[in-house]
């Protein structure tokens, strides 16, 4: 949270309070990292109430300031890992996804392309169902930093190392447990860039709790998410499957 400016005699204690080592009583134990992902697993419904559900479809508005873009998102996503992502703006579509075994994208100008590696990691991350729930066996490791302030929330700061060393740092609400945000590291348009997203307006759909208002922070300029629909149980499984574009790519 943002604080409030204090009168000069309390700034000055607090600055000698800083100044001083933390010892003793005044020490503070940070929670372990995986006592604060379970927590965080367990506010928004806990893996249970996701695994009730088969499939889901997510309707998302967005908006590019910068580029005075607006238009809208669906995400489809089926156990396990099956995920589709239609982007709509007024220069066409942009659709992308992953059949279990293919990641691939079509664009405007650009037209259908199998991703490499690297980006297909990324996707795979994406479709998992259950990629937003605390898993060990999916990272290397995961540390409670400190405590700070990340958008106006009081929040635990958990470093998360992937599997394939990259590393992002995960903002956990202190009071409710509930991601607040997570910074990190991004390949996009052929370059490395830190890429923030701010997640808050958590609602209730299916027993599973979500951020409606999510914001995308890059060098470039931010992407405004908000969350109109959210269905589940709904999706076919015809959704998933390569379009042709993409099948004459693919080696048999």
Same mark, same amino acid.
């Given at each position: 949270? $943002?604080? &409030?400016?204090?009168?000069? *005699?309390? @700034? $000055?204690? %607090? @600055? ?6 933390? $010892? /003793? %009583?005044? *020490? ?6 995986? &006592?604060?992902? =379970? ?6 419904? /806990?893996?249970? *109430?996701?695994?009730?559900? +088969? ?14 873009? &607006?238009?809208?998102? =669906?995400?489809?996503? +089926? ?6 992502? #239609?982007? &709509?703006?007024?220069?066409? =579509? ?6 279990g075994k293919t990641a691939w ?5 650009? /037209? ?12 795979? /991350? ?10 060990? %066996? ?12 990340? =958008?106006?929330?009081?929040?635990? #700061? ?20 509930? !991601? ?14 830190? !890429? $923030? ?15 409606? #208002? !999510?914001?995308?922070k890059l060098p470039v300029g ?15 499984? *015809? ?7 993409? #099948? ?5």
């Amino acid at each position: 949270f $943002t604080r &409030s400016l204090r009168v000069a *005699a309390c @700034a $000055t204690i %607090a @600055a000698a309070a800083l100044s001083a080592p933390l $010892t /003793g %009583a005044r *020490a503070q134990t940070l929670p372990t990292a995986k &006592s604060l992902l =379970e927590k965080h697993d367990a506010a928004v419904g /806990g893996r249970a *109430a996701m695994d009730k559900h +088969s499939s889901m479809h997510e309707t998302v508005s967005l908006m590019i300031a910068a580029a005075n873009l &607006s238009g809208t998102m =669906e995400t489809f996503h +089926s156990k396990p890992n099956l995920y589709l992502s #239609k982007q &709509s703006f007024a220069g066409g =579509e942009v659709l992308s996804g992953f059949d279990g075994k293919t990641a691939w994208a079509i664009a405007p100008g650009q /037209g259908a392309q199998v991703l490499d590696s690297v980006t297909t990691a990324e996707l795979k /991350g994406q479709a998992d169902f259950f990629g937003d729930y605390y898993d060990p %066996a999916r990272i290397k490791s995961a540390e409670t930093v400190e405590i700070t302030d990340f =958008e106006g929330q009081r929040c635990y #700061k958990v470093k998360i190392v992937h599997k394939d060393d990259s590393e992002s740092m995960i903002y956990l609400d202190s009071a409710t447990g509930l !991601r607040a945000g997570q910074t990190e590291m991004a390949k996009m348009m052929g370059q490395e860039m830190q !890429r $923030t997203l701010v997640m808050t307006d958590y609602k209730d759909f299916g027993g599973v709790k979500m951020p409606t #208002k !999510r914001v995308m922070k890059l060098p470039v300029g931010e992407v405004v998410m908000d969350v109109t629909a959210v269905e589940f149980d709904k999706v076919d499984a *015809a959704t998933f499957a390569l379009p042709d574009a993409v #099948k004459a790519l693919v080696k048999p």
